[in-house]
């Protein structure tokens, strides 16, 4: 299945998850954990969004740019060594340094969030369960009631907004990271082959 027939298939179980909801709470009296139904069925449909934009960006990108920026970076402190240079003549190689930096964990970054996803997709989705059925007790024998959906809920709901901010934070260095990235090292080489050659350096 492909990435796109994927999310759409997620996105057909989340809104047959909701037709479960309209369905279950017509039937019933309310029931504990009800009120929090609109905020996790939010969060899901927030998470396909951003889901689906995540996995659209070139991720597999990471992994060689970071090669990349890294070799260049052991070439260009090689070259540098015994060197001293001032703020202005240092300013490719503070840059290279920052795409170092931003690529370095990325693909750590990118896999983790990829685990992340269906992990919060799969906790959410039990507990949307869990409220729609009446629930007495977890998957670990713990009684629940009240107060255990409205932990649960919070926390869910919690892993969730930091996950779409890690996403988003994720897609940022990868875009920043490999910007102009040939550029970035063509101007550090080229700046620290001209200051080795200057008169007088050692």
């Known amino acids: 299945m492909t990435a796109r027939g994927t999310i759409a298939h997620r996105t057909s179980v989340h809104f047959l998850w909701t037709a479960i909801?309209?369905?279950g709470l017509s039937s019933c009296a309310p029931q504990p954990g009800v009120e929090h139904l609109d905020a996790l069925n939010a969060a899901l449909t927030d998470l396909d969004s951003a889901e689906a934009v995540f996995r659209a960006a070139p991720l597999e990108s990471a992994a060689p740019a970071f090669a990349k920026v890294d070799s260049a970076l052991q070439a260009v402190e090689t070259m540098m060594v015994g060197l001293v240079v001032n703020l202005d003549q240092g300013k490719p190689f503070t840059r290279l340094d920052e795409r170092h930096r931003m690529l370095r964990r990325q693909p750590g970054r990118q896999r983790r969030i990829e685990q992340e996803i269906e992990r919060t997709r799969r906790?959410?989705?039990?507990?949307?369960?869990?409220?729609?059925?009446?629930?007495?007790?977890?998957?670990?024998?713990?009684?629940?009631?009240?107060?255990?959906f409205n932990q649960a809920a919070s926390d869910e709901l919690r892993i969730a907004d930091h996950l779409l901010e890690e996403m988003a934070i994720a897609l940022d260095f990868?875009?920043?990271?490999?910007?102009?990235?040939?550029?970035i090292i063509a101007a550090a080489d080229s700046t620290a082959r001209a200051l080795t050659t200057i008169p007088g350096q050692p």
């Open 174 to 183: 990868l875009d920043r990271g490999t910007r102009d990235l040939d550029r």
């Open 123 to 148: 906790q959410i989705g039990n507990l949307v369960e869990a409220i729609v059925d009446g629930a007495s007790v977890d998957a670990e024998g713990t009684p629940i009631d009240t107060a255990y």
């Open 21 to 23: 909801l309209i369905t």
